[in-house]
Structure formats: C-alpha cells, structure tokens
C-alpha cells in the first residue's frame, strides 16, 4: 500500500514537501518515486531512486526538488523548492515490488494534488 500527503496550494516561488509511506520494506524494491500527471497529459516521472538507490531527476526539476526517502519510517519524500506555476499537477508516489517470479508489481498511490498560483 502507498499512501501520499503533503499537497495543497502555494504561490510561485514557495516551497512544500510531500511525503509518501510505503508498506514494505524498502531493501525488496526495484523502485521508489515521485510522478506527476495533469490533464490530457501522460504520467511522468518527477524523482525516482533507481536500481542500486541511483537518483534520477527530470530535466525540468533538477536543482529545485529532491527525493529523499527514510527506510526505518518506510517514508519517500519530495521536497519542492522555488514551484513554478508549471509544477501544478497531480502527484503520485509509486512503488515497484518484484514478485520472485520475473515480474514486478507497481503500485501506486492515489495520488496528491499540487497547485502553484502566481
């Protein structure tokens, strides 16, 4: 089970940190991140840890957002610096769990919405 908090309204230029609890232990994930999806748009990946814990950003959010995550809370973080109106979005947090059988399971929370005004 994957369970986002944390968003809300924030004008541009703000700050706001969304969090994401992920039941199951970390050391058994392929993957843990951060995607965000807005109208007509297809869902992309934000911030993710990789294979080996290797951070990925996207290009339109490097410098300003960073993934973190604590594995003794089980937590994923996303802490957003200087949003952009742009940023607004539906956030979701994902978590791929390996079946022992060569496949994997992605699951999803249901998601957080953000929105930046100007």
């Known amino acids: 089970q994957v369970v986002e908090s944390g968003g809300g309204l924030v004008q541009t230029g703000g700050s706001l940190t969304l969090s994401c609890t992920v039941h199951a232990t970390f050391s058994t994930l392929d993957h843990l991140g951060w995607y965000r999806q807005t109208p007509g748009k297809p869902r992309e990946l934000v911030a993710g840890f990789m294979s080996g814990d290797e951070m990925h950003y996207a290009d339109s959010v490097k410098g300003r957002f960073t993934i973190s995550k604590d594995s003794a809370k089980k937590k994923v973080y996303l802490q957003m610096n200087r949003l952009k109106t742009e940023d607004t979005a539906v956030y979701y947090c994902?978590?791929?769990?390996?079946?022992?059988?060569?496949?994997?399971?992605?699951?999803w929370g249901q998601g957080t919405q953000v929105t930046v005004s100007s």
């Open positions: 994902r978590a791929d769990q390996p079946t022992g059988w060569g496949t994997t399971i992605m699951n």
